[in-house]
C-alpha cells in the first residue's frame, strides 16, 4: 500500500510539471490578466521574444484593437528620476507642455480602454544635443516587461550632410562632409529594435484602466505627447489607383543623384566615390561622390531620403539605377515612403534583385509590372528604408536552433568532459537518449526554412544562404548515422570554422545583411526611355586606357620618400583616415607653423625595413604595429625620441605602460598612437535574472561558474579566441597580476620559472581544465549577443562592435574592469597589456625637429579631440577612434560610466618589453599552456623545458646583437619597468 502511494504522489508531481508550467514574472509587481511565460530560453532567464508573446497572444484570442486612437498629453505624465516640465518658449515650439527625459529618469501614464486587445504606443521626442546616439527606452505595462525587446528601444534621429557641395582635396578629390543632426519634432512608432517585425510593436492592454512606464535608458531628451492606437490599415495597390481616376498621360523625366540625399537616420550610412565609368558624377583623374553605398546602407530599419521637385499633378513611374551584387542568387528588400507615408501595402517590400553590374530597378510588382505613383505639383520626399523582415522567419529560427546546438554541446561536454579522449568509446543515447531525435528536428526545420528562402529568391541557382542550409543539413545527417561517436565529432557539430554552428550563425548574419547601392533616381511619366545603365565597350575601353596612363602619374597618397620641403608621412590605415588627416593638417599645422605635411597610404608596414635600408624611408610612419618600433630600432633604423628637450613633459597625456615595447636602455623609439583596453563584458539583463555579481578577481569568476553552466552558459578568457598559437596579450595577464616577470634583471633569461609565473601559469590552465571555460570560441561578440557566453574579457573591437552592430541588446550589457588577482594588501592588480598602433620618426630624416613638431601636434588633445569627432561624424559610429592620449579619450562621446572603466582599467596597462628573444618566449608560454591542457602535463615540467628552449635563444639573439660575446656579457641588457617610464614624466626638464 505504501509503494502505491509512493508511486501515485510521484505521478502527481511529475504530470503537474508538464500541464502546469512555472510562472516566472519579470519582476514582483502587478499581475496582468494574461501571463507571458518566462522560462530557460536560450539559455537566458528573461522575458519570451515578441514573435513569441505575440503568437500567444494570437492563440489566446486577443485581436488587434479596432479603429482605436488616444492621445495622452505630456501634461498627465507622473514624472520621476529627475525629468521636468518644460513650456513656452524651453519647449521647443511644442503644441502644449512637453518634458525633458533626463536619462535614467521615468515617466508613466495611465490608459483607459475599453477592449483587452493589442495596440501601438507612439512617442514625439526632440533631441537635445548633438549626440551620435538614438533616444532609446524601456517599456514597461502593468510594471512588466511585456516581452525581451521591450527593454530596449530605440527612437531614430535623421542627419544631413553639412555641405550640398562637396569640398575637395589638394588632389581635387570630394572630401566627405561632417554629419549633423536635424533637430525637430519627431513622430514615431514603437519599433523593434532589429526591425525585422514588418509592423510595430504591439502591447497588450487589459479592459479598463492600464499604466504604461517608460524609463529613459540612453541619452537625454524632450518628449512630448504620447498615443495608444490601434495599427493602421494600408490599402492596396488597385484601392491606391482608385482614390484619383484622372489618369492623364504626359511626358516627364527627371534625373536626381543618389548621393545628394536629403537625409538618412542612421550615421553610419554614407555616400561613396566609386572609380566607374558607369556611374555619373565621373572622372577618370578624380573621386568624385556618385553612389549611396550599399555596405553602409544594409541593416534592416536604416533610411534613406531624397527630395525630388514635380511640376505637376500626376501619375509617374519611379526607378533606381542602382546595383545588387553582394547577396548572389537572392533578392534584397527596400520599403518605400512618399512624403513620410507608405502609399500602399504592395511598397513595403519592394525586390531588387542580384545583378553583377549597375541596373535599371523600375519599382514593380511582382510580375515586373511598374507601379504609379500619384505626386502633386511642388516637392516631395522619396525615403527607401532597408527591410530584412522577409527574412524574418529563417532569422528566427535559425537562432533557435543555435541556441538548441550550444545546449547539446553543452550536454555532451558536461558528460565527456573537455579533453575527448578519441581512444575511448561512448554511448551517448544511453545519456541523452533523444540525440538522434534533435538531430532529426533540425534537418526537417531547416529542410522547411531552406523551402520558404528558395520562395522568395526566386532564382533556379542556390544563394549563398541556401548554400549554408544544404551544408547544415548535410553535417546533421552523417552526425545522425553515428550518434554515438559525436563526441569525437564536435567539430562537426558545434566547434571550428566548418561546424553546424558556425555555418548557421554565418547564414542568420547574412539575412541581417542586405546592401543595395544606388547612383540615379528617375522620375519619369509616359513613354519616356530610361537612359542606359551602362556605357558602350568603347568608352569603357578609353577610359581603361585613360587610367593606365594616369596611374603612372595621377597616385595620390602613394608612399613617397622625405625629399622636398614638405614632412612626409607614411600611415598605415585606409583612405578615409588618411584624407581626413590631410585636411586637417593643411587647415591647421601648417597654418600655424608654416610646415607643410604630406601624407601617404602605407599599404603594408613590413615595407618599412626595406624602404629604410633602400634610403627610401619617410620622415615619419603613424599607425604602426607596436612591436614594429623596436625591430626598426635594433636596426638603427629610428630616432631615440628622448632626444627631444621636451619629451618627458609631452609623454604625461599617455599610459607609462604602453611605452614598455618601444625602450632599449633608456632610449625611446615610438609613442602610442592608439591604445586597446581589455576589460570584462558581461550581459547586465542575464545577471540580474540570476542574480549573480559581477566578478572583480579571479575567485569571483570561479564562484559564478557553476551557476552559469547550470544554465548552459560560461565565461569566455581571450585565450578561446586563438587557435594553436597564444600571443602575449591573453598570456601575460596572469603572470602579472601574480607579480610575475618575463625577465631575469640583466634580461639575459627568462624568469617564467619563478613561483610567482608559476601561479599565474596554473591559474591560465586550470580554468580550462579544472573550472571548464570552453577553450575554443571562434566569435566572443556573436555568443554574447546569444546569451550563451554572457560575460567575458574582450576588448575594444568587440566593444565597437556591441556599439554599433547589436541594437537588440543595445542597453542590456555593460563593462568592468579586467578581473585580477588580490594581492596581500588587499587590492586586486588588473595588470593587462593594452597598445595598440605606434608612431616612429626615422634617424636619417633631416627634418626631425620639424617631424617632432608634427607629432606632438597630431597627438595633442585638442587635435585628438578634433579628429576622433570628425571621423565618427563623417563615417559613422563604427570609426570610433581609440586615441592613446588619455585627456582626449576623456573627451570622446561615450557613455560616462564605461569610460570611467575604461579609463581605470588603463592604470593597469603594462606592456610586454621586447628583448631579441622575446618572440621565442611568447611562442613558449603559448606552449606551456598548449602541453598543460590538451596533453595533461605537470606545469612545473613544460615551464622547466620551455625554460631552456627560452633562455638558449635569447642567449643567441643577445650575441647576435653584440650583448654577449664569446659567452660573456659584455653589457647588460636593461629590462624598462612602468616605474621608470613613470619618473620620466614626474621631470620638468630632462
Known amino acids: 500500500m505504501r509503494k502505491v502511494i509512493i508511486f501515485i504522489l510521484i505521478t502527481s508531481i511529475l504530470l503537474s510539471s508538464v500541464f502546469y508550467p512555472t510562472y516566472v514574472k519579470a519582476d514582483n509587481s502587478t499581475k496582468n490578466t494574461v501571463k507571458t511565460t518566462s522560462k530557460v530560453t536560450n539559455n537566458i532567464l528573461l522575458e519570451p521574444q515578441y514573435y513569441k508573446v505575440l503568437e500567444q497572444w494570437r492563440s489566446l484570442g486577443i485581436a488587434d484593437s479596432v479603429q482605436f486612437n488616444m492621445t495622452v498629453p505630456a501634461s498627465e505624465f507622473l514624472l520621476k528620476g529627475g525629468a521636468y516640465f518644460l513650456e513656452f518658449p524651453k519647449n521647443k515650439g511644442y503644441n502644449g507642455k512637453a518634458v525633458y527625459f533626463k536619462s535614467g529618469s521615468e515617466i508613466s501614464f495611465r490608459v483607459n480602454v475599453e477592449n483587452d486587445a493589442l495596440y501601438i504606443l507612439a512617442l514625439d521626442y526632440y533631441p537635445v544635443d548633438d549626440s551620435s546616439e538614438n533616444f532609446e527606452v524601456s517599456i514597461k505595462v502593468n510594471n512588466n516587461f511585456q516581452f525581451y525587446e521591450s527593454r530596449r528601444i530605440a527612437f531614430p534621429y535623421d542627419w544631413k550632410y553639412a555641405k550640398e557641395v562637396f569640398d575637395t582635396d589638394r588632389y581635387g578629390n570630394q572630401i566627405l562632409p561632417r554629419q549633423i543632426k536635424i533637430f525637430k519634432w519627431y513622430n514615431e512608432d514603437v519599433q523593434d529594435p532589429m526591425h525585422l517585425e514588418s509592423s510595430p510593436l504591439k502591447f497588450y492592454l487589459k479592459k479598463g484602466w492600464n499604466i504604461i512606464t517608460i524609463s529613459n535608458i540612453g541619452e537625454d531628451a524632450i518628449v512630448g505627447d504620447a498615443y495608444i492606437k490601434s495599427e493602421e490599415n494600408i490599402i ?111 511598397a513595403k517590400q519592394i525586390r531588387f534583385m542580384f545583378s553583377t553590374n549597375w541596373s535599371n530597378y523600375v519599382l514593380s510588382d511582382e510580375e515586373g509590372k511598374p507601379y504609379k505613383f500619384y505626386l502633386t505639383k511642388g516637392k516631395h520626399f522619396i525615403t527607401l528604408e532597408v527591410n530584412a523582415s522577409p527574412f524574418k522567419q529563417v532569422i528566427e529560427k535559425t537562432n533557435e536552433i543555435i541556441k538548441e546546438i550550444n545546449n547539446l554541446s553543452l550536454d555532451i561536454r558536461k558528460l565527456t568532459g573537455n579533453n575527448i579522449d578519441l581512444y575511448r568509446d561512448w554511448t551517448i543515447t544511453d545519456y541523452i537518449p533523444d540525440i538522434n531525435d534533435r538531430l532529426y528536428n533540425w534537418e526537417v526545420q531547416l529542410k522547411q526554412e531552406l523551402q520558404y528562402l528558395n520562395a522568395i529568391d526566386k532564382t533556379q541557382q542556390d544563394s549563398m544562404e541556401a548554400t549554408l542550409i544544404k551544408m547544415s543539413i548535410t553535417q546533421l545527417k552523417k552526425l545522425r548515422e553515428k550518434p554515438n561517436d559525436i563526441p569525437k565529432r564536435l567539430t562537426m557539430l558545434s566547434e571550428g570554422s566548418s561546424s553546424v554552428l558556425e555555418y548557421l550563425s554565418t547564414l542568420a548574419n547574412s539575412l541581417e545583411d542586405n546592401p543595395f547601392s544606388v547612383n540615379k533616381i528617375y522620375v519619369y511619366s509616359g513613354k519616356v526611355i530610361l537612359p542606359k545603365p551602362n556605357v558602350g565597350l568603347l568608352t569603357k575601353l578609353k577610359d581603361s586606357i585613360e587610367r593606365f596612363i594616369l596611374s603612372f602619374y595621377n597616385n595620390p597618397y602613394q608612399m613617397v620618400a622625405n625629399t622636398g620641403n614638405e614632412i612626409n608621412i607614411w600611415v598605415n590605415r585606409p583612405r578615409p583616415y588618411v584624407e581626413l588627416m590631410q585636411k586637417m593638417a593643411d587647415n591647421e599645422f601648417t597654418t600655424k607653423t608654416g610646415y607643410k605635411v604630406n601624407f601617404s597610404i602605407m599599404p603594408d608596414e613590413g615595407k618599412l625595413i626595406l624602404a629604410n635600408a633602400a634610403g627610401e624611408q619617410p620622415d615619419a610612419a603613424l599607425g604602426i604595429s607596436n612591436w614594429l618600433p623596436y625591430e626598426l630600432a635594433i636596426r638603427g633604423a629610428v630616432y631615440d625620441l628622448r632626444q627631444f628637450k621636451d619629451f618627458d613633459k609631452f609623454i604625461r597625456v599617455f599610459s607609462a605602460g604602453a611605452f614598455l615595447p618601444y625602450i632599449i636602455d633608456d632610449k625611446v623609439y615610438g609613442i602610442p598612437e592608439t591604445q586597446d583596453f581589455w576589460v570584462l563584458f558581461y550581459r547586465k539583463d542575464i545577471f540580474d535574472k540570476l542574480n549573480l555579481p559581477v566578478p572583480d578577481n579571479w575567485n569571483d569568476v570561479i564562484k559564478i561558474l557553476p551557476e552559469l553552466q547550470r544554465y548552459g552558459m560560461n565565461f569566455y578568457a581571450p585565450i578561446a579566441g586563438y587557435g594553436g598559437f597564444k600571443p602575449f596579450m591573453v598570456t601575460v595577464p596572469f603572470i602579472y597580476q601574480y607579480n610575475g616577470q618575463l625577465y631575469s634583471s640583466d634580461g639575459m633569461s627568462t624568469a617564467i620559472n619563478s613561483e610567482e609565473a608559476l601561479k599565474g601559469i596554473e591559474l591560465m590552465s586550470e580554468l580550462f581544465t579544472t573550472y571548464s571555460l570552453p577553450m575554443q570560441v571562434p566569435n566572443f561578440y556573436n555568443h554574447f549577443r546569444y546569451g550563451t557566453l554572457p560575460i567575458g574579457i574582450s576588448n575594444f573591437t568587440t566593444y565597437v562592435q556591441l556599439l554599433t552592430a547589436a541594437p537588440e541588446i543595445k542597453g542590456l550589457w555593460d563593462i568592468s574592469l579586467y578581473p585580477g588577482v588580490v594581492n596581500k594588501n588587499g587590492e586586486v592588480e588588473r595588470w593587462v597589456p593594452g597598445s595598440a598602433q605606434s608612431c616612429v620618426i626615422f634617424n636619417k630624416s633631416n627634418k626631425k625637429n620639424e617631424t617632432w613638431e608634427f607629432l606632438k601636434w597630431w597627438m595633442s588633445t585638442d587635435t585628438q579631440i578634433e579628429f576622433a569627432n570628425n571621423l565618427r561624424l563623417s563615417y559613422g559610429d563604427e570609426y570610433l577612434w581609440n586615441t592613446a592620449n588619455i585627456e582626449a579619450f576623456k573627451k570622446l562621446p561615450l557613455d560616462p560610466k564605461q569610460k570611467e572603466v575604461i579609463l581605470e582599467q588603463w592604470k593597469w596597462i603594462k606592456e610586454v618589453p621586447k628583448t631579441p628573444g622575446s618572440y621565442m618566449l611568447e611562442r613558449e608560454i603559448s606552449n606551456i599552456w598548449n602541453k598543460i591542457v590538451f596533453d595533461g602535463e605537470n606545469p612545473r615540467s613544460a615551464i622547466d623545458d620551455a625554460t631552456i628552449v627560452v633562455n638558449r635563444e635569447i642567449r643567441r639573439k643577445m650575441e647576435e646583437f653584440g650583448y654577449i660575446k664569446d659567452s660573456k656579457v659584455i653589457k647588460p641588457y636593461k629590462i624598462p619597468t612602468v616605474e621608470m617610464v613613470e619618473g620620466w614624466m614626474k621631470n620638468d626638464k630632462k
Do not use: C, M
Not at 558624377?281 to 521637385?309: A, M, R
Open 236 to 346: 492596396n495597390y488597385q484601392q491606391y489607383l482608385n482614390q484619383v481616376s484622372s489618369d492623364k498621360a504626359f511626358d516627364f523625366f527627371h534625373s536626381y543623384d543618389g548621393e545628394k540625399i536629403y537625409s538618412k537616420n542612421n550615421l553610419r550610412t554614407r555616400i561613396k566615390a566609386e572609380r566607374d565609368v558607369d556611374l555619373s558624377p565621373y572622372s577618370v583623374k578624380y573621386d568624385l561622390f556618385n553612389i549611396v553605398d550599399g555596405k553602409s546602407w544594409n541593416k534592416s530599419g536604416e533610411k534613406v531620403t531624397w527630395e525630388i521637385n514635380i511640376e505637376k499633378d500626376g501619375y509617374y513611374n519611379i526607378a533606381l539605377k542602382g546595383r545588387q551584387d553582394l547577396k548572389v542568387n537572392r533578392p534584397v528588400f527596400r520599403t518605400l515612403y512618399i512624403d513620410g507615408k507608405i502609399p500602399f501595402e504592395e
